[in-house]
């Protein structure tokens, strides 16, 4: 007896493994054909399936327990992503602001003015932090996975708050345009500082987002014990047949109890 996903599965990786054996073989040709100046540049010789139609004959002796799977709906996770990304954007932004405008550094009016606009200026606000929660998004484009904890489903809080702390040092507190106002031991001072409240801000925010959320889905399948030898087909046919003749007489031993009832009626 075997399970019909063992089996296909085995025939799918025996096919895997002959392509793998047939690239080898093909690419070992490579040697003999450089061997002969004349055929150096040949192509060497390959084969792909792209398709193929197999005939499977089994027969299902029993279904056992629902074997149950489960993955990650990343399309859910990336929505996730977005509002997270939005709401972190506009605490980032609120949070250095506050440092840097409560701070006792001294410095030229000048230097502090990106930031006052960024207090009194809504338009200017809601472009910065639209800029900002795009470069976020980004940050998970080409790996997305790691954020996820693929063993339950739950947001990795570690991996999130470091990509989005990366985002905040390159796009916005080192960058260039900002160099003035950090310049020195006490303008690394109030960077510093204001990298800390950011980030404390930052986690508060992806803790409370990601408490509840689970991105498993969770899917049922049953498992099919299957015959697939010629001897276990045969006797599932043979048990079969029984099973319909057995089923046949007892339809023409209660067919001849009804005619024998309407008989005696009669009489």
């Known amino acids: 007896m075997a399970q019909l996903s063992s089996v296909i599965g085995s025939i799918l990786r025996d096919i895997v493994s002959a392509q793998h054996e047939a690239n080898l073989y093909s690419l070992s040709l490579g040697d003999s054909y450089g061997k002969d100046g004349k055929a150096k540049d040949f192509q060497l010789p390959n084969v792909m399936v792209s398709d193929m139609e197999l005939d499977l004959k089994y027969g299902v002796k029993s279904a056992s327990e629902s074997q149950q799977q489960f993955n990650i709906k990343y399309d859910k996770f990336r929505q996730f992503l977005k509002e997270l990304c939005e709401q972190v954007a506009r605490v980032a932004i609120s949070s250095a602001v506050t440092t840097v405008m409560t701070s006792d550094i001294e410095r030229n009016e000048g230097e502090k003015h990106f930031f006052e606009r960024l207090k009194k200026e809504n338009k200017l606000h809601q472009e910065f932090c639209t800029f900002l929660s795009r470069n976020m998004?980004?940050?998970?484009?080409?790996?997305?996975?790691?954020?996820?904890?693929?063993?339950?489903?739950?947001?990795?809080?570690?991996?999130?708050?470091?990509?989005?702390?990366?985002?905040?040092?390159?796009?916005?507190?080192?960058?260039?345009?900002?160099?003035?106002?950090?310049?020195?031991?006490?303008?690394?001072?109030?960077?510093?500082?204001?990298?800390?409240?950011?980030?404390?801000?930052?986690?508060?925010?992806?803790?409370?987002?990601?408490?509840?959320?689970?991105?498993?889905?969770?899917?049922?399948?049953?498992?099919?014990?299957?015959?697939?030898?010629?001897?276990?087909?045969?006797?599932?046919?043979?048990?079969?047949?029984?099973?319909?003749?057995?089923?046949?007489?007892?339809?023409?031993?209660?067919?001849?109890?009804?005619?024998?009832?309407?008989?005696?009626?009669?009489?």
């Open 137 to 267: 998004r980004n940050s998970f484009r080409n790996n997305l996975y790691d954020a996820v904890d693929s063993s339950n489903g739950s947001v990795n809080n570690d991996v999130v708050i470091s990509r989005l702390t990366d985002v905040v040092r390159k796009k916005f507190l080192y960058d260039t345009d900002l160099d003035d106002l950090f310049a020195g031991e006490d303008g690394e001072k109030l960077r510093d500082t204001a990298e800390k409240n950011i980030i404390k801000a930052m986690e508060a925010i992806v803790k409370k987002l990601s408490v509840d959320a689970n991105f498993k889905s969770l899917h049922s399948f049953p498992q099919l014990d299957v015959a697939i030898t010629a001897d276990e087909l045969m006797n599932m046919l043979k048990k079969r047949y029984t099973v319909l003749r057995s089923s046949s007489a007892l339809a023409i031993i209660q067919s001849v109890k009804r005619m024998m009832i309407r008989y005696w009626k009669i009489l």
